[in-house]
């Protein structure tokens, strides 16, 4: 995908850095009618192609949706259309009901509460698994305006829960480029939630692990679990049947939504076996 890229930075491509640049303020999110984004009519024109035609798509507060389909079938493009990397040729897309995705830059966005984990990890190799954290954490406007050069134990406690989340407290004190791929995958995930985003968005966020580290990351996504919202690109259908339980799973053909519903559901349905499942 990163090959059409006419973007100056790609964080995709960057060897350092993660998205904690830039952050400006932006107003809350409204989810009173409980849907924390709403895609309408979502078309991404290229020359002519439409790598996504007319997509529809609301995902609920607290909801872990998984989005599978095939290559080239419009996933990574709807993911750059919420995170404002890719402008829609035409419709709609909100987060929450108040504000219009449209209106803001990549940095307002993630800002607002959208939080991205790119395919490839992104995160400071030089620097410790805790400083990682910390240093994402500092990235956070609302914990900037507190934290002065020395952290207060509320802070150490996050950084510490964080480090148990991602399975990485013993591993704290090593430069992250010591990290195998999959504990780095885990780190960029602790460095996300250090933000505090409302909405995250995981592309492909198994591939290249082992299938320890992938059932492990299947654990670690059902224990963020309502805690916040997430939408999960995957291939991996061991992986998709383990995070998405009973919930909604959408599958996505030719740049719109083939079939919505259970794993179960879609995975009977004929044209999802034709076009996806069944090769
Ligand atoms: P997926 O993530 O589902 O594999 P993508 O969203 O990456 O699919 O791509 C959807 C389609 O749009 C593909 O055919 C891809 O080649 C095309 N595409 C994606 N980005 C661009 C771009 N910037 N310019 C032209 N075509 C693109
Ligand atoms: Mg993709």
Redo the contacts with the bound molecule.
Sequence with gaps: ?SR??STPFDPDRSSGGTVSYGRISAPGVDTTHGAILYLDGITVS??G?K?LNNLSLDIGVGELRCII??????????M?VITGK?RPTSGTAFFGQNIDLALLNEAQIADAGIGRKFQRPTVFEAHSVFDNLMLAMKANKGVRRTLFARLGTEHIDRIAQTLQTIRLTHEAARPAGRLSHGQKQWLEIGMLLMQEPQLLLLDEPVAGMTDAETARTGELLNELRGKHSMVV?EHDMDFVTQIAGTGKVTV?HE?GVLAEGSMRHVQSDARVIEVYLGR
């Excluded at 389909?69 to 709807?78: E, S, V």
Aim: net charge negative; no cysteine.
């Design positions: 995908m059409f890229t290229f020359d192609f790598a389909g095939p290559n080239g079938a419009g996933k990574t493009t709807m750059d890719t690109v996505l740049g």
